[in-house]
């Protein structure tokens, strides 16, 4: 397989006018050469944060505070799953996941609820797609076992040392909510030494210092942050320190366009757009420990093609900008997930 166009090749996203060689999955090369092709190639994004379990709750809630939406265990969309019938939450999160593939997403890290069984349901969700998953289950220790590792809450709603050792001692990730509402859940959430945190809306200098120190990763979600009115982390200050991805976090609150969570966080954050597009696609993988997020040879392909002669890209002059402020999943042309 061959795909050309600009290519928008290592971590840098140099922008090479050529082609694509892929053999068995993999990039073979990265060719240079004069082509016939307006397309942009880059990596398929991963959105290092979701839970996409509310889509059976899309828009509800308007009205209701952070703590009233999602608090465990009778937060609105708690309340939702459990009386949501399985068929209808697994064709749900199927209609979710495919949107994610058609928007450019190659990859996404999820926080289950519903403990083994909503581990199965995802897995279900997931058949005959191509998008690869990392799905951190919730709720009891056994979902470890079923999934990739754990997704904690916050460790204001229990302090989850059972869970972080069953997690150490699977080789499986921990993740956790932090400073989302407030900075009190913070430090209790850096004591379990996590594998990567979660929001840090509220993340004070000696948090910032702490981050460092550790290199704990951060994954940000402002456009979740926006709609539920917490305010927004300190991402330049986080990506000084540590690795910064994006998410886009509960499907009821906003759709997992990555597009959307780039462009929002070019207009809040004095951030170049090559750091941007790292946190949405290289930073995501190996907060995630994937082998993706980079076009260059030795790496799967798994590649986001972008159709630069439409009447939305047409005339960019510069690629990378243009991806992370202008592109939108209209202008996708195909979503190559092969390795």
Same mark, same amino acid.
């Given at each position: 397989?061959?795909?050309?166009?600009?290519?928008?090749? #290592?971590?840098?996203? =140099?922008?090479? @006018? %050529?082609? &694509?060689?892929?053999?068995?999955?993999?990039? +073979? $090369?990265?060719?240079?050469?004069?082509?016939?092709?307006?397309?942009?190639?880059?990596?398929?994004?991963?959105?290092?944060?979701?839970?996409?379990?509310?889509?059976?709750?899309?828009?509800?809630?308007?009205?209701?505070?952070?703590?009233?939406?999602?608090?465990?265990?009778?937060?609105?969309?708690?309340?939702?799953?459990?009386?949501?019938?399985?068929?209808?939450?697994?064709?749900?999160?199927?209609?979710?996941?495919?949107?994610?593939?058609?928007?450019?997403? #190659?990859?996404?890290? =999820?926080?289950? @609820? %519903?403990? &083994?069984?909503?581990?199965?349901?995802?897995? +279900? $969700?997931?058949?005959?797609?191509?998008?690869?998953?990392?799905?951190?289950?919730?709720?009891?220790?056994?979902?470890?076992?079923?999934?990739?590792?754990?997704?904690?809450?916050?460790?204001?709603?229990?302090?989850?040392?059972?869970?972080?050792?069953?997690?150490?001692?699977?080789?499986?990730?921990?993740?956790?909510?932090?400073?989302?509402?407030?900075?009190?859940?913070?430090?209790?959430?850096?004591?379990?030494?996590?594998?990567?945190?979660?929001?840090?809306?509220?993340?004070?200098?000696?948090?910032?210092?702490?981050?460092?120190?550790?290199?704990?990763?951060?994954?940000?979600?402002?456009?979740?942050?926006?709609?539920?009115?917490?305010?927004?982390?300190?991402?330049?200050?986080?990506?000084?320190?540590?690795?910064?991805?994006?998410?886009?976090?509960?499907?009821?609150?906003?759709?997992?366009?990555?597009?959307?969570?780039?462009?929002?966080?070019?207009?809040?954050?004095?951030?170049?757009?090559?750091?941007?597009?790292?946190?949405?696609?290289?930073?995501?993988?190996?907060?995630?420990?994937?082998?993706?997020?980079?076009?260059?040879?030795?790496?799967?392909?798994?590649?986001?093609?972008?159709?630069?002669?439409?009447?939305?890209?047409?005339?960019?002059?510069?690629?990378?900008?243009?991806?992370?402020?202008?592109?939108?999943?209209?202008?996708?042309?195909?979503?190559?997930?092969?390795?």
């Amino acid at each position: 397989m061959r795909i050309e166009g600009t290519v928008l090749r #290592g971590r840098e996203f =140099e922008p090479v @006018e %050529g082609r &694509v060689v892929v053999e068995d999955g993999e990039i +073979a $090369a990265v060719e240079a050469a004069s082509v016939d092709s307006d397309a942009i190639v880059c990596p398929a994004f991963v959105n290092a944060h979701t839970h996409i379990g509310d889509s059976i709750a899309k828009e509800a809630g308007e009205g209701l505070t952070l703590e009233e939406l999602v608090a465990p265990p009778d937060g609105l969309k708690h309340r939702l799953l459990r009386q949501a019938d399985r068929g209808e939450l697994v064709a749900a999160m199927a209609r979710s996941l495919s949107y994610m593939e058609q928007s450019g997403t #190659g990859a996404f890290v =999820e926080f289950r @609820e %519903g403990g &083994v069984d909503g581990v199965a349901a995802i897995r +279900a $969700a997931l058949r005959g797609s191509d998008l690869e998953s990392v799905i951190l289950g919730r709720e009891t220790v056994e979902a470890i076992e079923a999934g990739d590792g754990f997704g904690a809450s916050g460790a204001n709603d229990a302090d989850f040392v059972a869970e972080r050792r069953a997690t150490r001692e699977a080789g499986k990730l921990f993740g956790i909510h932090a400073g989302e509402v407030d900075s009190t859940d913070i430090y209790p959430a850096l004591d379990l030494d996590p594998d990567f945190v979660v929001h840090m809306v509220h993340a004070e200098t000696l948090h910032l210092q702490r981050v460092a120190d550790s290199e704990i990763p951060i994954v940000v979600c402002p456009r979740s942050n926006c709609t539920t009115g917490v305010g927004q982390p300190p991402v330049e200050e986080l990506a000084e320190r540590t690795t910064v991805a994006l998410g886009t976090d509960n499907v009821f609150l906003n759709n997992p366009s990555m597009f959307r969570e780039m462009a929002l966080t070019s207009q809040l954050y004095d951030l170049p757009a090559r750091e941007i597009l790292r946190m949405a696609t290289v930073n995501g993988a190996e907060v995630a420990g994937l082998d993706g997020g980079v076009v260059e040879a030795g790496r799967p392909a798994r590649l986001c093609v972008l159709d630069g002669d439409s009447d939305n890209l047409s005339g960019v002059r510069d690629p990378v900008r243009a991806v992370v402020r202008r592109a939108e999943t209209a202008d996708v042309e195909r979503v190559v997930l092969a390795g």
